[in-house]
């Protein structure tokens, strides 16, 4: 189904069928910078690690995972969140990094966050599940390459 130009469209595959909703419609004539759901600037580019992932993190993760006591030893605060994930080595899985820029299905982080991990719990522990826009974020960004922007 097409709809105006310019929307980005989220897919829910549930039981008893397919659901869609639009989100971030904007003017294919606007100059706006406002980031969109998917965690860019429109089109899945420009997505920014200050403005679109951090502050996930200091709203669901940094309650267990900041400070020297960090929960897995891992601290997600500001300042500290880029260097303890991209291209870091998974203490849980072995064979995985936390985020492995450019392949998001692939990041423990991603696969934390979505459930589909085979050791310990899914997060966020504790502060409830991210939405499917918060998820598509993160994703979007480590898919286009988990920049230090």
């Known amino acids: ?8 469209v ?8 397919v659901f869609f909703f639009p989100m971030a419609c904007k003017s294919p004539t606007s100059s706006s910078s406002t980031p969109d759901p998917g965690g860019g600037n429109g089109g899945g580019s420009g997505s920014s690690f200050s403005s679109d ?19 897995a030893g891992l601290d997600l605060s500001t300042g500290n969140a880029y260097a303890n994930t991209v291209n ?3 203490k849980q899985d072995l064979t995985k990094k936390l ?11 991603v696969i934390k966050v ?5 050791i310990g719990d ?5 502060t409830g599940d991210l939405s499917a826009v918060e998820i598509q974020t993160l994703k979007t ?7 230090n922007n």
């Open 99 to 109: 985020i492995l820029p450019s392949d998001a299905d692939n990041s423990y982080i």
């Open 114 to 118: 979505e459930g589909r991990q085979t």
């Open 1 to 8: 189904m097409r709809l105006k130009s310019g929307c980005t």
């Open 122 to 126: 899914r997060m966020p522990s504790g």
């Open 88 to 90: 870091v080595d998974s």
């Open 53 to 71: 992932v951090q502050p996930l993190y200091n709203g669901k993760c940094t309650i267990c995972h900041s400070g020297t006591a960090a929960t």
């Open 141 to 147: 960004w480590i898919n286009d390459g988990a920049q």
């Open 10 to 17: 989220f897919f829910f595959w549930m039981t008893l069928g």
